[in-house]
């Protein structure tokens, strides 16, 4: 071997053991405590603000210490597929679709018997919104805790309603008067509204609403009195009478009332910034979306209207926290849970605890939103959510793409689109 | 008098005619160009203008294309929000170890299937490049599972070291094709003049496939650098994640709004490594991916 091809064959090897050995290896952790991985969706300000919980929360065990793992994007991929190579997180986020899914593969420990052992506040099940702890469980068992109710509240330009001598959103708001306000809201280039002679819905410069699949149509049907998928889980009737025109009222507001901007308009001016800059005067947002305090404009967050069956069933998303049922330290996992529960009903708003979710406390939480806040405790005692089952992604799936989807784009009535998903929506809840 | 003044006015000789053309043909060809030119820089140019504007001007209507005043204070607040001082660290050396057992397996692989016989050698070639039709989902979880049993995860080992197996059958494809096109007799000559086989690999073929080994290491740069899935799936700790990983942090989530004005000033420093390779490497590159033998 020459003494250039000796130089090589060292180098190469070299790189090999940089490679193998030099990058290797996780970070140490102090022995005495236990490393609780925790996986979290948290975007940049979430992130920074949940690592100050934790490391309040750290500093005070003797026994953990919590160490966040934020995944942005692609969340459940990662989770998947660590879940599925048993190498996941200790505590997990979980949003409420996934709840059903993933209690049913066995990757979320069944918690029932511990809280019901506990006494910490954050297990007293009793003190839980009905609707929202009902996300976390499955057949009757609880495998999460949810950390935040998302109820839907109308955002709403107090300027422009000024300006237009126009009254706030009360609980006298239905349908009709919601369409009414958002017409005399909606104007164009030269002035005119909706039902005005001489409008042009091809140059309006400002919309009464705007929704994009958000609102989800869903909360439309529920308030028509209809339903997607029965108490039952047997059938989907989305193709009855108040279904379509549940669903039918909602796209009209872009394509017959032309209250709401197309979603080319949208995707190009951006949904809720439209809000901001007010180029749309009301807007459906979470409870906990900064839209009532953020803009240069004086804005409040309305409990929804109600629709034509009288009920104001506002949209709940529920967002819990669950013990990898796989973990190495249930126990520690298990304490570290319930006190990192119990901080972030300290923390995000609306908290999915009876006791916390009162007015006082949430100005505590958010002073800022203190105007809002009559209106989002309010909104809590009327919510709904989706009935999730095991095999919800591929139902919603054919529901975006063959029925929502096409109706908010034009491409075909509710009535019409309804008959032809409605078996392919039921295929669904027959596999197991 | 020259043959165009005794022609009348109106009509081209057809030496005029030809002149005309080629003008014509050529001011079309600029045309065709600058147009696709154009409509490539324009998300490049957003992404510039955005990354120095204000957030409530990001979706402004009418746009504003240039921002005033530029904030050039988002890149600073950008790079403090997330550590991306060590994220590029991490990228960085990510990076440069992939690229470098990239192209030195991928190298010899290519080498063995251009200039070696053995049994099996075709139908292996080709089980190598089907492997490229594999969707990423079928593998995804087997091979996350290897690497777990090897108690590799969370570790850097995962994105460098199967590049040590030439693991890209795209640019084993390419070299071999390289490869091929070199005369024997080259080879030949070095056996006659005493050279071993790697003295004939080492000085012999690999200045003669320059051009594709070039091309080889700015594609493998562009996938180290991007790389999204990898990082996301096999680190955990966040002080060991990859400037991808850190750049969504700012696209929001379900309670957070994205902040497009950071996102794209990362973007643009993200890019800007890209770009001076690809120019640097620019002419070298081109002709890699052109050529498919050796030049004349």
């Known amino acids: 071997m020459s003494s250039r091809e000796r130089r090589l064959f060292v180098l190469f090897a070299s790189l090999l053991l940089v490679s193998a050995l030099l990058i290797g290896g996780g970070a140490g952790l102090a022995a005495s405590k236990t490393k609780i991985r925790l996986a979290t969706w948290a975007g940049v300000d979430e992130a920074n603000e949940l690592q100050e919980i934790l490391d309040n929360l750290n500093a005070k065990s003797t026994t953990y210490e919590i160490v966040q793992e934020s995944s942005p994007a692609e969340y459940d991929t990662k989770l998947i597929t660590t879940l599925a190579a048993e190498a996941g997180a200790d505590l997990y986020w979980i949003g409420q679709e996934n709840v059903p899914s993933f209690a049913s593969r066995g990757v979320m420990m069944d918690l029932t018997d511990r809280m019901k052992a506990s006494k910490h506040p954050a297990a007293k099940l009793d003190d839980y919104f009905g609707p929202t702890m009902e996300r976390m469980m499955y057949q009757d068992k609880v495998y999460a805790l949810p950390w935040i109710n998302q109820p839907v509240m109308m955002f709403t330009n107090l300027d422009l309603f000024d300006r237009e001598k126009i009254a706030y959103p009360d609980e006298t708001w239905d349908w009709d008067k919601f369409l009414e306000v958002a017409k005399a809201l909606t104007v164009d280039k030269n002035g005119h509204h909706p039902d005005d002679a001489g409008f042009d819905p091809d140059n309006v410069e400002r919309w009464g609403f705007t929704l994009n699949g958000w609102p989800p149509v869903q909360m439309f049907i529920w308030q028509a009195g209809g339903d997607v998928i029965s108490e039952d889980f047997k059938s989907c009737p989305v193709d009855s009478k108040e279904a379509v025109f549940g669903a039918q009222f909602y796209v009209d507001l872009i394509h017959k009332h032309h209250v709401a901007p197309p979603l080319s308009i949208i995707r190009d001016r951006g949904f809720d910034t439209m809000y901001k800059n007010g180029q749309v005067a009301m807007f459906m947002g979470g409870a906990a979306d900064d839209l009532d305090y953020k803009p240069d404009f004086r804005s409040q967050a309305f409990m929804i209207p109600k629709g034509p069956s009288g009920n104001r069933y506002s949209f709940l998303w529920v967002g819990g926290m669950a013990v990898n049922a796989k973990t190495k330290n249930p126990d520690v996992a298990f304490e570290a849970f319930l006190d990192l529960s119990d901080a972030i009903h300290h923390w995000k708003v609306v908290p999915p605890r009876k006791s916390l979710a009162t007015k006082e406390m949430l100005v505590e939480l958010k002073p800022e939103k203190k105007h809002s806040l009559d209106a989002i405790v309010e909104a809590m005692n009327d919510t709904r959510s989706f009935r999730i089952f095991p095999n919800y992604a591929e139902w919603d799936s054919i529901f975006w793409d063959q029925y929502a989807d096409p109706l908010i784009n034009g491409r075909g009535t509710a009535e019409e689109l309804a008959k032809r998903v409605k078996p392919l929506l039921e295929k669904t809840l027959t596999i197991k | ?296």
């Open chain 2, 1 to 296: 008098m020259s043959r165009e003044t005794v022609t009348s006015p109106g009509r081209l000789t057809p030496r005029r005619r030809r002149r005309v053309k080629r003008r014509l043909s050529k001011i079309i060809a600029y045309v065709v160009v600058t147009v696709g030119a154009v409509v490539l820089l324009v998300p490049f140019f957003w992404m510039v203008t955005t990354s120095l504007k204000d957030l409530n001007e990001v979706f402004a209507y009418p746009p504003k294309w240039i921002p005033k005043p530029p904030q050039w204070s988002n890149y600073q607040d950008a790079w403090q929000a997330v550590p991306f001082g060590r994220y590029l660290t991490n990228t960085t050396f990510i990076t440069i170890l992939g690229v470098l057992a990239e192209v030195t397996s991928s190298t010899l692989v290519a080498y063995g299937f251009s200039r070696y016989w053995f049994p099996g050698r075709d139908v292996l070639f080709f089980v190598l490049l089907a492997t490229m039709m594999l969707p990423f989902h079928v593998t995804l979880i087997p091979t996350y599972m290897i690497w777990k049993n090897l108690k590799l995860l969370d570790t850097f080992d995962p994105m460098i070291l199967p590049a040590w197996t030439a693991w890209g059958p795209f640019y084993v494809f390419l070299l071999r094709q390289f490869f091929m096109g070199i005369p024997r007799d080259l080879e030949e000559a070095a056996t006659i003049d005493g050279a071993n086989v790697m003295q004939t690999f080492t000085h012999v073929m690999l200045p003669q496939v320059k051009p594709a080994i070039l091309s080889v290491a700015v594609f493998a740069f562009k996938g180290y650098w991007n790389n999204f899935l990898g990082p996301l799936l096999y680190l955990n700790s966040m002080e060991k994640y990859t400037l991808t990983l850190g750049m969504y942090f700012f696209m929001g989530g379900v309670h957070e709004a994205p902040k497009w004005h950071w996102l794209m000033a990362m973007s643009t420093v993200f890019a800007l490594p890209m770009l001076v390779i690809f120019f640097v490497a620019q002419r070298h590159f081109v002709e890699g991916i052109s050529l498919t033998g050796i030049k004349g």
